[in-house]
């Protein structure tokens, strides 16, 4: 924790974040969980832990995606 970049994100979601307004949180948690279950099947079959890294990877990008920014700090 605590590496910041530019617009005061440490690139991680954390509870309690915001997310826009348009985003639909029953829909971002189902996608969450279809990614968790859907990559677990697949790495489970393939007996390798890429598909569910990967399956994790774009649903939590996409979640990361809806974060409001904040501006950078003026100098």
């Known amino acids: 924790m605590g590496d910041r970049d530019p617009h005061g994100s440490t690139g991680h979601v954390q509870p309690g ?3 826009c307004r348009t985003a639909n949180p029953e829909r971002l948690a189902t996608a969450l969980l279809a990614a ?7 790495a489970q079959v393939r007996r390798d832990h890429a598909p569910l890294a990967t399956a994790l990877d774009e649903v939590l990008d996409r979640i990361e995606h809806l974060r409001p920014r904040r ?4 100098r």
């Open 17 to 19: 974040d915001p997310v």
């Open 36 to 42: 968790v279950e859907g990559g677990t099947l697949l």
């Open 71 to 74: 501006a950078p700090p003026r």
